[in-house]
């Protein structure tokens, strides 16, 4: 099991952090459930009172009916006990690829949260259940296609159900094998789900929702690097640095955008004295770069909200409110929420990508990077008719911006009526979520190729006779980079460089804005 420096994430009645998620995904932190007497009993009571209901032969969904359309058809009490399993055996026809590690801990971490509200009718000993699995990385494998994002994501749970069940199978230290192995391994029973257990696990959003929260973050940092890179291409450029003075924003306030154009002025040391401008103004993706990247910065606070408050509510049906002795039925499944913030992310994102190739594209062009050599190529003059430098990336960088472009296509408005109509109108939040995903991967790749370019232009400027000191925080950059990225000089593939470049992106391995 992994070490752990850090104090536990408590799964319980105190709201989670999309910071919580992305730790356990992570693998940063333990976990451990609410421990107390009273939340225990809470909780406890939800399923106690369900149980009350079936001695007295009431009609719950999902417990005496059948699911999604056949809710008018009773399910007489004797077969009460078996239509859990039904509900996940005849839900696993998931197809596509199977969620990562990291994606499918933050899925069980948003479910094991919602279920922690206390008002799904579930047992305390499937919370701890659940939060063993996420303590041991015990890892349902999810195929990440089949959900429409309305009645919860039903198939990609019934995974996790089914695991939980010691059913179909689970990756345990870095072995794949069936989850009666890994419970037999461990000393335990599987569970046997009880009425409203499995549809409490699969009728909720907690794919789209764990994926929402490891895409904000992917989308945080990239805010910070896309800014970091967009100096250093100040510099590389020659570009001037006054676009970005404080008394030119405060006439258009934006936050974000404030906040952005003063991450450049502290990466540019501004109020230092700078060197004649060859220009008054530079071309868009330089001098509107905050108006750029002051969108994505405006948006992570609503964005925030929307994920955190879906991370941190009850979001089955239907809901079972024990103090009141009632059964609420509802549509808390539909991922209206996240599927909006993932649309809205993906848009944001590609447009970062946009702005980087824009960049890169100036970079590599003799008639647009004031006397850069063609394509950054640091070939000596008599080798220069040889060697190529950055063309290919860049060819590669528009290839990638534009498939993420073209992923913008939102996913919410696709709805499509299913299950015999009665899911007729849905959310598609986690075909949303995937996409957000995937443009942030590509995007990813555009910071990769445009960082390395910087780094490569800054260091051809820093070749010139009257060359000047960079700025500290460009300066400590400049250097952290030279450490895995040598100059290029003569032609090299530079796809191992483009790869590491991208692990160390992932790993959010230099210290940015804070």
């Not at 007295?56 to 009490?77: F, N, Q």
């Not at 990225?485 to 191992?496: S, V």
């Amino acid at each position: 099991m992994t070490t752990h420096p850090l104090e536990p994430v408590t799964f319980g009645e105190l709201p989670l952090r999309i910071e919580d998620v992305l730790a356990l995904a992570n693998r940063q932190v333990p976990t451990q459930l609410q421990g107390d007497l009273a939340f225990r009993q809470r909780i406890a009571k939800g399923a106690q009172f369900l149980d009350s209901l079936l001695d007295k032969e009431g009609v719950i969904y999902g417990v005496t009916t059948g699911y999604g359309d056949s809710c008018v058809v009773a399910v007489p009490l004797q077969h009460v006990e078996a239509l859990p399993r039904h509900l996940y055996t005849f839900h696993g026809c998931g197809l596509g690829q199977l969620l990562d590690p990291q994606a499918t801990r933050a899925v069980l971490a948003a479910r094991l949260q919602s279920l922690c509200q206390g008002v799904s009718g579930v047992r305390v000993e499937l919370l701890e259940r659940l939060q063993a699995f996420l303590d041991l990385d015990i890892l349902p494998l999810i195929p990440e296609e089949g959900s429409v994002g309305a009645s919860g994501d039903l198939t990609p749970l019934s995974y996790v159900a089914a695991t939980l069940s010691g059913e179909r199978e689970v990756l345990f230290r870095g072995e794949r094998r069936p989850a009666c192995d890994v419970h037999r391994e461990l000393g335990w029973q599987p569970l046997v789900l009880r009425p409203k257990e499995a549809l409490a696990l699969m009728n909720g959003t907690a794919v789209m929702t764990g994926l929402a929260c490891l895409a904000f973050a992917r989308a945080d940092y990239l805010l910070q690097l896309a800014t970091r890179i967009t100096a250093l291409n100040v510099v590389a450029l020659q570009g001037n640095p006054e676009h970005f003075d404080e008394r030119l924003f405060a006439a258009k306030p934006h936050p974000g955008q404030m906040r952005v154009a003063a991450w450049l002025r502290q990466d540019l040391a501004i109020d230092a004295p700078t060197a004649p401008l060859h220009r008054l103004q530079d071309r868009y993706s330089l001098r509107c770069a905050p108006h750029v990247l002051g969108v994505l910065a405006d948006s992570l606070g609503w964005l925030r909200a929307f994920i955190e408050t879906e991370l941190n509510s009850a979001n089955d049906n239907p809901i079972i409110d024990a103090e009141a002795e009632r059964v609420l039925h509802g549509g808390h499944f539909y991922g209206g929420h996240i599927a909006f913030a993932m649309d809205s992310l993906k848009t944001l994102v590609a447009n970062v990508a946009d702005l980087l190739d824009r960049q890169l594209a100036l970079l590599v062009d003799v008639r647009y990077n004031h006397g850069l050599p063609s394509n950054l190529s640091g070939a000596s003059a008599e080798r220069a008719m040889l060697n190529h430098g950055f063309k290919a990336v860049q060819i590669g960088a528009s290839a990638w911006t534009a498939e993420a472009l073209k992923n913008t296509m939102p996913a919410s408005v696709f709805s499509r009526s299913t299950e015999c109509h009665n899911q007729d109108k849905v959310s598609m939040g986690t075909i949303a979520a995937r996409d957000a995903i995937r443009v942030l991967e590509l995007t990813e790749q555009v910071a990769a190729a445009t960082l390395l370019a910087a780094h490569q232009g800054v260091w051809l400027r820093s070749q010139a006779s009257d060359a000047r000191a960079l700025p500290p925080a460009l300066a400590a950059m400049h250097q952290a980079l030279a450490e895995d990225f040598a100059p290029l000089i003569e032609d090299r593939a530079l796809e191992a460089e483009l790869r590491l470049c991208l692990k160390r992106i992932a790993e959010q391995h230099w210290r940015l804005h804070a």
